[in-house]
DNA sequence: CTGACATCCTGACGGC
DNA sequence: TGCCGTCAGGATGTCA
Protein backbone atom coordinates (compact mmCIF):
# COMPACT_ATOMS: atom_id res chain seq x y z
CA UNK A 1 0.00 0.00 0.00
CA UNK A 2 1.50 3.18 -0.69
CA UNK A 3 2.60 5.54 1.99
CA UNK A 4 5.09 8.04 1.49
CA UNK A 5 8.11 6.90 0.32
CA UNK A 6 5.97 4.89 -2.30
CA UNK A 7 4.02 7.89 -2.93
CA UNK A 8 7.08 10.07 -3.52
CA UNK A 9 9.05 7.81 -5.63
CA UNK A 10 5.74 7.90 -7.88
CA UNK A 11 5.66 11.58 -7.93
CA UNK A 12 8.83 12.13 -9.07
CA UNK A 13 9.20 9.81 -11.84
CA UNK A 14 5.83 10.88 -13.25
CA UNK A 15 7.46 14.42 -12.88
CA UNK A 16 10.73 13.78 -14.90
CA UNK A 17 8.44 12.23 -17.72
CA UNK A 18 6.12 14.63 -17.85
CA UNK A 19 6.58 18.12 -16.67
CA UNK A 20 6.33 20.92 -19.32
CA UNK A 21 3.85 18.65 -21.99
CA UNK A 22 0.42 20.26 -22.43
CA UNK A 23 -2.71 17.65 -21.62
CA UNK A 24 -4.46 17.56 -25.09
CA UNK A 25 -7.26 15.14 -23.85
CA UNK A 26 -8.68 13.84 -21.10
CA UNK A 27 -11.19 10.52 -20.18
CA UNK A 28 -12.75 9.27 -17.48
CA UNK A 29 -13.81 6.16 -16.10
CA UNK A 30 -17.69 7.36 -14.69
CA UNK A 31 -17.38 5.00 -11.66
CA UNK A 32 -18.15 7.46 -9.12
CA UNK A 33 -16.69 6.99 -5.98
CA UNK A 34 -13.05 7.62 -7.68
CA UNK A 35 -13.95 10.65 -8.21
CA UNK A 36 -14.17 13.47 -5.16
CA UNK A 37 -14.60 16.11 -7.92
CA UNK A 38 -17.48 15.84 -11.03
CA UNK A 39 -15.80 13.99 -13.87
CA UNK A 40 -16.65 17.26 -15.92
CA UNK A 41 -14.50 19.64 -14.16
CA UNK A 42 -11.79 17.54 -13.84
CA UNK A 43 -11.64 17.69 -17.74
CA UNK A 44 -12.26 21.00 -18.07
CA UNK A 45 -9.36 21.60 -15.59
CA UNK A 46 -7.07 19.81 -17.14
CA UNK A 47 -7.87 19.76 -20.90
CA UNK A 48 -5.54 22.52 -22.61
CA UNK A 49 -3.34 22.70 -19.56
CA UNK A 50 0.79 22.59 -19.19
CA UNK A 51 1.80 20.28 -16.50
CA UNK A 52 4.39 22.41 -14.38
CA UNK A 53 5.14 20.24 -11.27
CA UNK A 54 4.62 16.67 -10.20
CA UNK A 55 5.49 16.14 -6.12
CA UNK A 56 4.38 14.45 -3.15
CA UNK A 57 2.41 16.17 -0.27
CA UNK A 58 1.61 13.45 2.27
CA UNK A 59 0.71 10.53 0.49
CA UNK A 60 -0.98 13.00 -2.03
CA UNK A 61 0.61 13.24 -5.81
CA UNK A 62 -0.19 17.35 -6.52
CA UNK A 63 0.16 17.58 -10.29
CA UNK A 64 0.16 21.43 -10.83
CA UNK A 65 -1.03 22.95 -13.86
CA UNK A 66 -1.07 25.97 -15.91
CA UNK A 67 -3.65 27.02 -17.82
CA UNK A 68 -4.13 30.01 -20.42
CA UNK A 69 -4.45 32.99 -18.92
CA UNK A 70 -1.91 32.31 -16.06
CA UNK A 71 -4.41 30.94 -13.59
CA UNK A 72 -2.82 27.48 -11.87
CA UNK A 73 -4.87 24.62 -10.79
CA UNK A 74 -3.83 21.74 -8.40
CA UNK A 75 -4.66 17.85 -9.78
CA UNK A 76 -4.75 15.74 -6.56
CA UNK A 77 -4.04 11.95 -6.77
CA UNK A 78 -4.57 9.65 -4.13
CA UNK A 79 -3.83 6.32 -4.52
CA UNK A 80 -5.86 4.55 -1.97
CA UNK A 81 -4.43 0.77 -1.79
CA UNK A 82 -3.79 -0.02 -5.07
CA UNK A 83 -4.00 2.73 -6.79
CA UNK A 84 -1.10 3.29 -9.67
CA UNK A 85 -0.35 6.10 -11.89
CA UNK A 86 1.63 5.22 -14.76
CA UNK A 87 3.45 6.80 -17.89
CA UNK A 88 3.00 4.72 -21.00
CA UNK A 89 3.25 5.31 -24.49
CA UNK A 90 -0.10 5.29 -25.87
CA UNK A 91 0.28 2.32 -28.22
CA UNK A 92 0.00 0.42 -25.04
CA UNK A 93 -3.24 -1.51 -24.06
CA UNK A 94 -4.71 0.19 -21.10
CA UNK A 95 -4.65 -2.10 -18.35
CA UNK A 96 -7.97 -3.56 -16.73
CA UNK A 97 -9.45 -0.84 -14.12
CA UNK A 98 -8.36 2.30 -15.63
CA UNK A 99 -10.35 5.45 -14.42
CA UNK A 100 -8.32 8.48 -15.78
CA UNK A 101 -6.08 8.50 -18.99
CA UNK A 102 -4.33 12.36 -19.70
CA UNK A 103 -3.10 12.23 -23.39
CA UNK A 104 -0.30 14.61 -23.34
CA UNK A 105 1.25 16.36 -26.24
CA UNK A 106 4.62 14.43 -26.59
CA UNK A 107 2.35 11.06 -27.47
CA UNK A 108 2.16 9.46 -23.78
CA UNK A 109 -0.60 9.00 -21.70
CA UNK A 110 -0.63 9.53 -17.87
CA UNK A 111 -3.02 6.48 -16.38
CA UNK A 112 -4.66 6.08 -13.58
CA UNK A 113 -5.36 2.48 -13.06
CA UNK A 114 -6.88 1.22 -9.35
CA UNK A 115 -8.41 -2.25 -9.29
CA UNK A 116 -9.58 -1.75 -5.78
CA UNK A 117 -11.32 1.78 -6.16
CA UNK A 118 -9.73 3.47 -2.62
CA UNK A 119 -8.00 5.50 -4.74
CA UNK A 120 -9.73 9.48 -5.29
CA UNK A 121 -9.07 11.80 -7.91
CA UNK A 122 -9.81 15.84 -7.65
CA UNK A 123 -9.28 18.71 -8.63
CA UNK A 124 -7.91 22.06 -5.77
CA UNK A 125 -6.81 25.75 -6.32
CA UNK A 126 -4.52 24.51 -3.60
CA UNK A 127 -3.19 22.08 -1.94
CA UNK A 128 -1.39 21.61 1.62
CA UNK A 129 -2.64 18.49 3.25
CA UNK A 130 -4.28 17.32 6.31
CA UNK A 131 -1.70 17.55 8.67
CA UNK A 132 2.13 17.98 9.80
CA UNK A 133 4.77 17.01 6.76
CA UNK A 134 6.50 13.83 8.35
CA UNK A 135 10.49 14.61 6.62
CA UNK A 136 10.57 18.27 8.19
CA UNK A 137 8.76 18.50 10.93
CA UNK A 138 10.79 20.13 13.87
CA UNK A 139 11.04 18.73 17.30
CA UNK A 140 8.85 20.87 19.28
CA UNK A 141 6.90 20.74 17.07
CA UNK A 142 6.60 16.72 16.77
CA UNK A 143 5.88 16.45 20.21
CA UNK A 144 3.28 18.70 20.47
CA UNK A 145 1.03 16.73 18.35
CA UNK A 146 1.02 14.07 20.54
CA UNK A 147 0.29 15.89 24.34
CA UNK A 148 -2.77 14.81 25.51
CA UNK A 149 -3.54 12.37 23.27
CA UNK A 150 -5.49 9.04 24.79
CA UNK A 151 -5.38 7.17 21.96
CA UNK A 152 -2.00 4.47 21.15
CA UNK A 153 0.64 5.67 19.45
CA UNK A 154 0.68 3.53 16.40
CA UNK A 155 -3.04 5.05 15.98
CA UNK A 156 -2.17 8.21 16.62
CA UNK A 157 0.85 7.79 13.51
CA UNK A 158 -1.85 6.82 11.30
CA UNK A 159 -4.17 10.18 12.02
CA UNK A 160 -3.21 11.81 8.78
CA UNK A 161 -4.40 15.09 10.43
CA UNK A 162 -1.56 15.03 12.54
CA UNK A 163 0.81 13.60 11.03
CA UNK A 164 0.52 12.98 7.05
CA UNK A 165 2.28 10.39 4.87
CA UNK A 166 2.72 7.68 7.37
CA UNK A 167 0.89 4.08 6.88
CA UNK A 168 0.89 0.56 8.67
CA UNK A 169 4.05 -0.17 7.51
CA UNK A 170 6.27 2.76 8.51
CA UNK A 171 3.97 2.91 11.76
CA UNK A 172 5.16 -0.22 12.65
CA UNK A 173 8.72 -0.48 11.13
CA UNK A 174 9.40 3.06 13.20
CA UNK A 175 7.82 2.08 16.26
CA UNK A 176 10.35 -1.28 16.16
CA UNK A 177 13.32 0.78 15.44
CA UNK A 178 12.37 3.60 18.29
CA UNK A 179 11.89 0.45 20.51
CA UNK A 180 8.33 1.65 21.18
CA UNK A 181 5.27 -0.65 21.65
CA UNK A 182 2.41 0.50 19.73
CA UNK A 183 -0.42 0.34 21.94
CA UNK A 184 1.32 3.05 24.34
CA UNK A 185 -0.75 5.47 24.89
CA UNK A 186 0.44 8.80 22.77
CA UNK A 187 0.24 11.11 25.48
CA UNK A 188 2.50 9.29 27.93
CA UNK A 189 5.32 8.80 25.65
CA UNK A 190 7.98 11.25 27.50
CA UNK A 191 9.93 13.66 25.24
CA UNK A 192 12.45 11.54 24.64
CA UNK A 193 10.96 8.33 23.61
CA UNK A 194 9.37 11.27 20.84
CA UNK A 195 12.18 12.46 19.82
CA UNK A 196 14.00 9.22 19.30
CA UNK A 197 10.49 8.03 17.53
CA UNK A 198 10.81 11.36 15.02
CA UNK A 199 14.50 10.78 14.41
CA UNK A 200 13.53 6.95 13.47
CA UNK A 201 10.66 7.72 11.55
CA UNK A 202 12.77 9.87 9.49
CA UNK A 203 15.50 7.89 9.40
CA UNK A 204 13.06 4.72 7.84
CA UNK A 205 11.05 7.10 5.14
CA UNK A 206 14.42 8.12 4.08
CA UNK A 207 15.86 4.92 3.29
CA UNK A 208 13.24 3.72 2.20
CA UNK A 209 12.68 6.32 -0.56
CA UNK A 210 16.29 5.65 -1.85
CA UNK A 211 14.77 1.90 -2.01
CA UNK A 212 12.02 2.96 -4.09
CA UNK A 213 9.09 2.38 -1.41
CA UNK A 214 8.32 -1.17 -0.32
CA UNK A 215 6.29 -3.62 -2.89
CA UNK A 216 3.44 -5.15 -1.20
CA UNK A 217 0.28 -6.22 -2.44
CA UNK A 218 1.14 -4.13 -6.22
CA UNK A 219 2.66 -1.12 -5.60
CA UNK A 220 5.09 0.15 -8.50
CA UNK A 221 6.90 3.11 -9.66
CA UNK A 222 5.76 5.34 -12.38
CA UNK A 223 7.55 2.83 -15.37
CA UNK A 224 5.64 0.09 -13.42
CA UNK A 225 9.05 -1.25 -11.50
CA UNK A 226 9.15 -2.30 -7.76
CA UNK A 227 10.82 -1.00 -4.72
CA UNK A 228 12.77 -2.85 -2.57
CA UNK A 229 12.28 -1.39 0.91
CA UNK A 230 9.92 -4.58 1.81
CA UNK A 231 13.41 -6.46 2.02
CA UNK A 232 14.24 -4.71 5.09
CA UNK A 233 10.42 -4.41 7.24
CA UNK A 234 11.64 -5.67 10.61
CA UNK A 235 7.70 -6.42 11.61
CA UNK A 236 5.83 -5.79 8.92
CA UNK A 237 4.38 -8.68 7.49
CA UNK A 238 6.87 -10.98 9.37
CA UNK A 239 3.92 -12.07 12.45
CA UNK A 240 5.23 -15.83 14.19
CA UNK A 241 8.59 -14.83 13.07
CA UNK A 242 11.21 -14.15 15.43
CA UNK A 243 12.64 -11.00 15.56
CA UNK A 244 15.99 -10.26 13.75
CA UNK A 245 17.83 -8.67 17.03
CA UNK A 246 16.33 -10.74 20.05
CA UNK A 247 15.26 -13.60 18.64
CA UNK A 248 11.66 -13.77 20.39
CA UNK A 249 8.40 -14.94 18.38
CA UNK A 250 7.00 -11.37 16.57
CA UNK A 251 3.07 -10.91 18.07
CA UNK A 252 0.27 -9.90 15.89
CA UNK A 253 -2.52 -7.73 17.07
CA UNK A 254 -4.90 -5.19 16.11
CA UNK A 255 -4.31 -1.66 17.22
CA UNK A 256 -6.43 1.22 15.93
CA UNK A 257 -8.50 -1.18 14.00
CA UNK A 258 -5.34 -2.03 11.87
CA UNK A 259 -3.11 -5.32 11.99
CA UNK A 260 -0.05 -4.65 14.09
CA UNK A 261 3.02 -6.55 14.35
CA UNK A 262 5.63 -5.86 17.31
CA UNK A 263 8.30 -7.25 19.42
CA UNK A 264 7.68 -8.31 22.41
CA UNK A 265 11.41 -8.32 23.75
CA UNK A 266 12.18 -5.00 22.07
CA UNK A 267 8.92 -2.62 22.26
CA UNK A 268 8.30 -1.75 25.73
C1' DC B 1 -13.90 17.52 20.33
C1' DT B 2 -12.02 12.82 20.79
C1' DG B 3 -11.83 8.22 19.74
C1' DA B 4 -13.84 3.70 18.26
C1' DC B 5 -15.73 1.29 14.67
C1' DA B 6 -18.02 -0.01 10.17
C1' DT B 7 -17.82 0.71 5.37
C1' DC B 8 -16.15 0.64 0.68
C1' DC B 9 -13.77 -2.85 -3.09
C1' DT B 10 -11.56 -6.85 -5.39
C1' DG B 11 -7.46 -9.81 -5.76
C1' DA B 12 -4.75 -13.20 -3.33
C1' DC B 13 -4.55 -17.00 -0.63
C1' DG B 14 -5.76 -21.09 2.24
C1' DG B 15 -8.66 -24.95 3.15
C1' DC B 16 -11.36 -28.66 1.70
C1' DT C 1 -9.05 -28.69 -9.89
C1' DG C 2 -12.19 -25.48 -8.34
C1' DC C 3 -15.02 -23.22 -5.19
C1' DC C 4 -15.71 -20.41 -1.19
C1' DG C 5 -14.57 -17.81 2.79
C1' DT C 6 -11.35 -14.64 4.78
C1' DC C 7 -8.23 -10.96 4.80
C1' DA C 8 -5.87 -6.70 3.43
C1' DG C 9 -6.35 -1.38 4.40
C1' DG C 10 -6.83 4.71 3.71
C1' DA C 11 -10.17 7.75 4.30
C1' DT C 12 -14.73 8.87 5.55
C1' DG C 13 -18.93 8.83 7.98
C1' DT C 14 -21.49 7.62 12.07
C1' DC C 15 -22.03 7.13 16.79
C1' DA C 16 -21.06 7.34 21.83
Redesign the pocket.
Known sequence: ???LPEVETVANGVHERVHGQRIERVWTSGK??TF?SPEEEIAEVLTGARIERVRRV???IVMSVARGSGETAEFLI?L???GRLLVSAAEVALP??THAVLSLSGGNEVRFVD????G?LSVAAAYDG?GAEPLTIGEDAFVALFR?????IK??L???SLL?GV???YADESLFRAGIRPTRQ??RLTRAELLRLRERLVEVLRHAIKLGGSS???YVDADGVRGFFQLEHKV??RAGENCHDCGKGLK?I?V????TVYCPGCQR
Open positions: MPEPQKGKTHGMTPHARRFRPGRKLAAALNQHGNIAGVSDYGKVGGRT
